[in-house]
């Protein structure tokens, strides 16, 4: 039977996911997330972002499991494991956001493009955020933008899924070579401490920002503390 993937990247949520929402209505679903060793053997990683990540998949899958799906996680290179499903079971088409990340990350999209095009499978990227790749000229980019703000948020779809994955399992950071120390005072992954901290930093710790946010004493509570969630999970 064939299926759509979708390629879960920094948008570890349900809500307002285009790539899902719009996969879903075009036959079933298999939700997938790549540990990509060579990203993690970077010297812009390491142990906490690794702990943050484990810790939203373990969320997102959660919530996926209460929808009857579940997170298929896979370790390796994106174009080798996209080239290991292929041969398992082909499926239709490709869905996933547009990364901003970091120029591995530009490399590896690049390569994944080039793999769908060899087999002539579509690829059908949606943005998330204001930057936009590979505009032919900055005069384009305002349009992008105000068409991306204006759009409404996204349900989260009603799927058919393909045989859901088995539990959960994700490898420890030493298997990755991250064996930096994990801060315990670090913030912690999942859409649900996002939501928590947000909440916490429009009514309580909002009014502390004006006069905290300069001094290296208060800024660490007077601040959002969103950027982490923003950039991996809403």
């Not at 998949?57 to 370790?75: H, N, Q, Y």
């Not at 088409?93 to 793999?115: I, K, P």
């Not at 393909?162 to 999942?190: F, K, M, V, W, Y």
């Amino acid at each position: 039977m064939s299926y759509h993937l979708v390629w879960f990247k920094r948008d570890l949520r349900l809500h307002d996911h285009a790539a899902l929402w719009h996969a879903s209505r075009h036959g079933p679903v298999l939700c997938l997330y790549i540990i990509e060793p060579s990203l993690w053997q970077a010297v812009d990683a390491a142990t906490q972002h690794y702990q943050f990540l484990r810790e939203s998949l373990i969320d997102l899958d959660s919530a996926l499991r209460k929808r009857g799906g579940g997170l298929r996680i896979e370790v390796g290179e994106v174009v080798d494991v996209l080239d290991r499903l292929w041969h398992e079971a082909p499926f239709a088409a490709l869905y996933s956001h547009q990364e901003t990340g970091n120029w591995l990350s530009f490399q590896r999209d690049l390569a994944v493009q080039r793999w769908c095009r060899k087999r002539g499978l579509p690829w059908r990227e949606f943005a998330q955020f204001g930057v936009v790749r590979c505009l032919s000229s900055r005069d384009h980019w305002q349009a992008h933008w105000e068409a991306l703000m204006a759009a409404p948020c996204l349900e989260v779809p009603s799927c058919r899924w393909i045989n859901a994955p088995s539990p959960l399992t994700l490898p420890e950071p030493q298997s990755l070579g991250l064996t930096q120390a994990d801060p315990p005072q670090r913030q912690r992954g999942g859409r649900r401490p996002a939501i928590a901290t947000l909440r916490d930093f429009l009514f309580e710790r909002s009014g502390r920002y004006r006069g905290g946010i300069s001094s290296p004493l208060s800024a660490p509570s007077a601040c959002s503390r969103l950027s982490a969630y923003l950039a991996s999970v809403v």
